[in-house]
């Protein structure tokens, strides 16, 4: 028996052992699957890109919109009642292709409008005489709950590229984008720092927590009983956003309070996930 043969032996099935076994029919549970395709990485049959796409689309089926949304508080929202001198620069400088447009109170979501659609209006001089609310077109809303795999369907059936997230009280909690969806499954799924569905926040390394931005302030307070005001944000990531004052790139840090906040997640849209260290 040759060495290669003993360690195969030792170490469990060998590669061609575990692709018969899922030639011969399906894998028995989706463990077993990824167990194959992280053996076939191994042996140069599928490389490191591809293997992360095949993960992010089996991931996308176990989260929920909740997850990935950007809230409310960071969302860039447009007032129906504004003139064009005081929504134009929040599109330009966002360079936002879609925008929540609110009714009376941002809780009274009248739809979206579409940065193209003030194009052709603006070449012919007539957007400081077109009312927003002629420009508004109808927008889907969501639960938070909904899951990824299904909204991404949802999408590709209606056409559509944005949704509004709406909380148990059919309130607008967030917002999230067909591109969102699609970071997940071609982007960074998996990796040291994930945190499962139930869980906003864990003990990490070396008295480090991985907290989620979208962690509730007050929950954030109660869990590491500091005193963060949620009378301007929601969430403990849009106390850190508000403090760089800029969208922050991964590794990124600020220290705000008691605690330091390193990004350990983030796109071109949100924070998505923190590293957080006492200072006390």
């Known amino acids: 028996m040759s060495d290669d043969h003993s360690r195969n032996g030792s170490s469990g099935k060998s590669f061609l052992d575990k692709i018969s076994h899922f030639l011969s029919g399906e894998p028995q549970s989706r463990k077993e699957l990824l167990e194959i395709l992280s053996t076939a990485q191994e042996n140069g049959l599928i490389d490191h890109e591809a293997m992360g796409i095949i993960q992010g689309a089996l991931q996308v089926s176990d989260m ?63 957007i400081e005489k077109t009312a927003l609310k002629n420009l508004i077109r109808p927008t889907t809303f969501i639960p938070e709950s909904k899951r990824l795999n299904v909204l991404l369907r949802d999408f590709r059936e209606t056409r559509t590229h944005m949704a509004i997230v709406i909380d148990e009280y059919g309130v607008m909690s967030g917002l999230v984008t067909i591109e969102d969806v699609l970071e997940q499954i071609v982007g960074e799924i998996e990796d040291e720092h994930d945190i499962d569905d139930e869980h906003l926040i864990k003990h990490g390394k070396n008295n480090t927590f991985v907290v989620k931005a979208v962690t509730p302030i007050d929950e954030f307070n109660e869990y590491f ?56």
């Open 64 to 126: 929920k919109v909740r997850e990935i949304m950007v809230p409310r508080t960071q969302s860039v929202m447009i007032s129906v009642n504004s003139k064009p001198e005081e929504y134009l620069d929040s599109i330009i400088e966002s360079a936002h292709s879609r925008f929540p447009v609110y009714g009376d109170t941002k809780d009274e979501i009248e739809g979206l409008l579409l940065a193209k659609d003030l194009l052709a209006i603006a070449a012919d001089g007539k």
């Open 225 to 280: 009983s500091s005193t963060y005001s949620d009378s301007e944000f929601d969430t403990i990531g849009g106390i850190v956003l508000s403090s760089f004052g800029h969208l922050p790139e991964r590794d990124e840090a600020i220290s705000v309070g008691t605690f330091n906040f390193k990004v350990l997640n983030a796109d071109n849209r949100a924070i998505r996930l923190l590293e957080v260290t006492s200072l006390g």
